[in-house]
């Protein structure tokens, strides 16, 4: 008997140039054999070059896009990206909670490709007190890492971070409540590699690959743990994060074979699919 198809619900805010929010994760999941869902909490004016404007929408609305879905579906994980507001955040977890919603996927996004911040800062607490104990795992970069953990000094996520800082920074993440934390070390100065960390109940586990030189990485974070999503219904952890990052590598690789904007361009997710 083969296995149902898994069911992924994307809550995140839209990226009208298709390349990162809940553009990115339908790609993503549909890429890795996944059907994918969406509860839309911004609509953001934005492409390559970055954001010019974002309408949040009523956390209630949010709350019924979710409730819709969980009415009426089987939902095998939720991934969660841009979530704007300290409302809104209340929102989900709540709907989150009373769903009893299983492998939680958690990129908490912040500040967009182009510097341009996506999550109000009166946000960040009710984030760490509302949504960061119901995640299964949560995918910070450095930058975001910096934010929850209130060290100013590392806000730019490069030279004020080091490999054996990131370590060190594992213990006080995963103390927020997460069952999981995937510390991503793409920020990282001076390497010719890109590390990411991934710290459980069972201890660490680092994941690495060369790092691409491409200016086409717009939504390499949303695309990341998009993947996971899609993977954690069908296998363990640590072997859905490398699947992960083996997918979002080749989707580098393969993002010069895409033309799309003068920025930063988006990643190619269906370089596994599209042969021509």
């Not at 805010?13 to 911004?42: R, V």
């Not at 200016?215 to 296998?235: E, F, K």
């Amino acid at each position: 008997m083969t296995s149902p198809i898994p069911n992924i619900l994307s809550i995140a805010g839209t990226d009208p140039s298709g390349g990162a929010g809940i553009h990115a994760d339908l790609k993503t999941f549909s890429a890795l054999g996944a059907y994918g869902m969406s509860a839309i909490t911004a609509v953001v004016a934005q492409n390559t070059c970055g954001v010019r404007g974002v309408v949040t929408l009523e956390p209630d609305f949010v709350a019924a896009q979710i409730d819709a879905v969980f009415d009426d579906v089987r939902v095998d994980a939720v991934k969660i990206g841009m979530v704007a507001n300290a409302g809104i955040i209340r929102a989900v977890a709540d709907r989150l909670r009373t769903h009893r919603a299983a492998n939680v996927v958690f990129d908490p996004v912040m500040v967009a490709k182009s510097g341009d911040r996506l999550l109000d800062p009166e946000a960040v607490a009710a984030l760490k007190t509302e949504l960061l104990p119901l995640a299964t795992v949560i995918t910070p970069n450095l930058p975001e890492a910096a934010v929850l953990l209130e060290r100013a000094g590392e806000g730019d996520g490069a030279d004020d971070w080091t490999a054996a800082t990131m370590q060190g920074a594992l213990p006080a993440l995963r103390a927020m409540g997460p069952d999981w934390v995937l510390l991503k070390g793409g920020h990282l100065a001076g390497s010719v590699e890109s590390t990411d960390l991934l710290a459980g109940p069972h201890g660490m586990q680092s994941f690495s690959a060369p790092r691409i030189a491409t200016t086409n990485d717009h939504g390499t974070g949303c695309t990341l743990s998009a993947a996971i999503a899609a993977l954690l219904p069908r296998m363990p952890m640590a072997q859905a994060v490398g699947r992960a990052k083996s997918y979002l590598q080749g989707a580098l690789a393969a993002s010069d074979r895409l033309d799309v904007g003068h920025g930063h361009g988006p990643l190619h997710h269906f370089h596994e699919v599209w042969t021509s």
